[in-house]
């Protein structure tokens, strides 16, 4: 893997222009969020001018998650092949050739294939720079830089959200204006991922600067990762598992049925917890990175999702409570768990581990959405039978348990002999480890 290595290479970790490198990150990866989130804000305008159904409109937001499955993993080793700087580049074309195949979109089919290809660049992109960002931040700072990555990203779902109101007179001129719009964003993002390649390869000093080679991909050792690493990934899987499937499928449905509140107010309720994290996730980055205690921080991240859905069930708390409470818990977890990830795993094989990561999470919130969904048709929930939404709450529950039970393994580990410092906030490299020594406070 390129510009990952010890020794001259750590320098990185305290260049001012980490920074630069961050911001031209957070700009290729919002305009990848404005792309895939695209089809949302004129769903209606492709029903009223092309006669689109449901299954269509489905279909158009669903085959971008297929290469993400198909492809992570191979994502992964690409990136510890041939580094994430050039992975992330590569991404970012290909986004646009599917953008602008989507903006095309005559007939249905190559805006099928277009949102197809897109999928290919969505997949990879957010976890090349991640693995980018790892190599430019010492570990003293990574929490925040990720912390900020993660929100940044997020404004490219709230402006193309929004984009009904700022491009409104794209929307006047019908369907295809907005997605040529989406198209040139993606282009943009094109262009951030190539300053970002080329000033990492002007000033890498890593491996080829050095006078080495780039290392062929080791099969046999692809999935042999410590202890800690399969607790952090079963945390990633499960949290997921649980927070994703009731935030985006069924909560505003339960809002509704269960709780009594109108559609607006309900989506209101639910976008409370998105809108706060891009605001919280900076913060709770930098406790991480000034504090320490990383493990137990996802601990009580992770506690906070079961004992919210005791409170939704079982009590008749305002539900602000159990927003807030979720919202602390979606700001801290992803501003803590992705750093942590990129601390735990050695920077020639942190490609392969972010992308066996996200190969898994996709699995496991679709077989949780599956799962959530088939129980809660058995139960005979609706507005009807609001009680019958309680088994789906009972099996986010369990499910939220484990995912703590993995945070307090991860713990455990990372408070014996063979952790990796992230109980520490700033911890020198160990003899003949592989993290950049941090920069003085």
Known sequence: MTGGAVGPGASRGDSQLRWWMLALAAIAVSSSYYEDDVIG????????QRGFGQSQLGMLNGVISIPNVA??????LLIDRYGPARV???SAAIGVLGAALTAVGNPYELMVVGRFIFGVSEGAIFIALIAGLAQWFSRSGIALATALYLSLARTGSYAVDTSTAWAHS????????PLWLGTGITLAGLIAALIFYWLDRRHRMGLQAAGGVVERINWAQVLKFDRSYWYILALHVLYAAVFFPFRTTYAIEYFQHAKGLSLAQAGVANSWVFFAAIFATPFFGLLADRFGHRALMLIFGT????????????????????TVM?????????????????????PRRLGTALGLITLIQALGMAASNLAAGWLADKAGAGAQNPGGYAVMLWFFFLLSLIALTS????W??????DGHGLEEARVKAKPGGIHPVPAPS
């Open 41 to 48: 804000p004129i769903a209606d305008l492709l029903q009223r």
């Open 170 to 177: 794209l929307y006047d001129r019908g369907w295809q204006a």
């Open 71 to 76: 492809l992570a993993l191979i994502n992964g």
């Open 407 to 410: 945070a307090v393994f991860l």
């Open 303 to 322: 506690l906070l999702l079961p004992v919210t859905f005791v409170v939704l069930g079982l009590t008749s708390l305002s539900l602000w409570v159990s």
């Open 88 to 90: 992330a580049f590569w």
């Open 326 to 346: 979720m919202g602390v818990s979606f700001s801290l977890v992803p501003a803590v768990i992705w750093p942590a990830t990129t601390l735990i795993v050695e």
């Open 412 to 417: 455990r580990r990372e408070t014996g002999p």
